[in-house]
C-alpha cells in the first residue's frame, strides 16, 4: 500500500525559500498525477500546484505561479515542491497527494500524506 512522507518544512523569513519533499509512491496504473496541497488554520484545504506523471507538466494554482515549482525525480520516486519567494500567507501544512484525475480539487485525490509545517514570518 502507498504511504506518503513529505519532509523539508519549516520556518522562513519573507523572501525566502524552501524545498519540499514527498517520498513512498509505487507504480500505480491509474493514480497518474501527483500534486501538493496546503492548509492554513481555519481554511479549508486548497490545491498548490500538480503534476502528470507520465510526461512531467506541471500546472499551478494562481496564488502560486511563478514562485513555486512542482518536479519530480526521473525514477518517479519523490515529488518536489520548490518554493521561492515566500509570503506570510503560505503559511500552512502541506501534503503530498496522489491520484487519477488532473485537477487540483481535493477529491480528485485518494491517497495522502501527514503533512509538513511550513511557517513564514518575520
Known amino acids: 500500500q502507498v504511504q506518503l512522507v513529505e519532509s523539508g518544512g519549516g520556518s522562513v523569513q519573507p523572501g525566502g525559500s524552501l524545498r519540499l519533499s514527498c517520498t513512498g509512491f509505487g507504480y500505480s496504473r491509474n493514480n497518474k498525477y501527483r500534486a501538493w496541497f496546503r492548509q492554513a488554520p481555519g481554511k479549508e484545504r486548497e490545491g498548490v500546484a500538480g503534476v502528470y506523471t507520465d510526461n512531467g507538466l506541471g500546472f499551478y494554482a494562481d496564488s502560486v505561479k511563478g514562485r513555486f515549482t512542482i518536479s519530480q525525480d526521473n525514477a518517479k520516486n519523490t515529488l518536489f515542491l520548490q518554493m521561492n519567494s515566500l509570503k506570510p500567507e503560505d503559511t500552512a501544512i502541506y501534503y503530498c497527494?496522489?491520484?487519477?484525475?488532473?485537477?487540483?480539487?481535493?477529491?480528485?485525490?485518494?491517497?495522502w500524506g501527514q503533512g509538513t509545517q511550513v511557517t513564514v514570518s518575520s
Open positions: 497527494a496522489t491520484g487519477r484525475w488532473g485537477t487540483l480539487r481535493v477529491g480528485s485525490y485518494d491517497v
